[in-house]
Structure formats: C-alpha cells, structure tokens
C-alpha cells in the first residue's frame, strides 16, 4: 500500500447525518418566513399610520381639540403627542 492510498481517507469529508440537510432547510425556510411575516406587517402598520393620518387631517380644530390635539401636531410631531398623551394618562392614575 502506498503513502497515497493510507492517507486518503483521513482527508475525506464525513458523511452527513441522515436528515441533517432536512432540518438545516427547514431552519432556513422558517427564518425566510419570519422575515417575510415582519416586512408584511411593516407593509400594514405604515398603511394603517397613513390611514389614520388621513382621518385625522379630516377632523375639524374643535374635534382636534377634544382628542387633545392641535393641527400642527398631525404629521411628524405625531408620534411626539402621543408619548406626552401617554405620559398625562400615566400621571393622573398615581
């Protein structure tokens, strides 16, 4: 036997375990489908963000003002108004 032919199995690649390749791809599959799950539910979120931002412009400054809101909140400072309608709400259940 030759040096060739003894050292040849030891730089052989291991098989794989039967139904490895299976649960590599299902652990692949599944993390595609929770980023495509995640980029479909960013999709709704901002459609409903527009969709309420419509509704608000809509809103005359007398039911603006009954909700807590002025018109130059709508827009950006949104999400602003919002934190302090929450931080008002939070201070007066104490």
């Known amino acids: 036997m030759t040096m060739l032919n003894s050292t040849s199995s030891h730089f ?5 375990r039967p139904g ?4 590599a791809a299902r ?5 595609l489908a929770r980023l495509i799950n995640n ?5 709704i979120a901002k459609r409903e ?10 809103l005359g400054d007398r039911e ?12 950006e ?5 919002a934190k302090d309608r ?3 709400q939070a201070s007066r259940r104490r």
Do not use: C, H, M, Y
């Not at 603006?64 to 827009?75: A, E, P, T, V």
């Open 12 to 16: 052989a690649r291991p098989a794989a």
């Open 77 to 81: 400072g949104l999400p602003e108004a």
């Open 64 to 75: 603006l003002s009954d909700i807590g809101l002025s018109r130059n909140q709508l827009g």
């Open 39 to 43: 980029w479909i539910a960013a999709v």
């Open 86 to 88: 929450a931080r008002q």
């Open 27 to 31: 652990v692949f599959l599944k993390a």
């Open 20 to 23: 490895t390749t299976r649960r």
């Open 49 to 58: 963000r527009q969709a309420n931002l419509v509704i608000l412009r809509k």
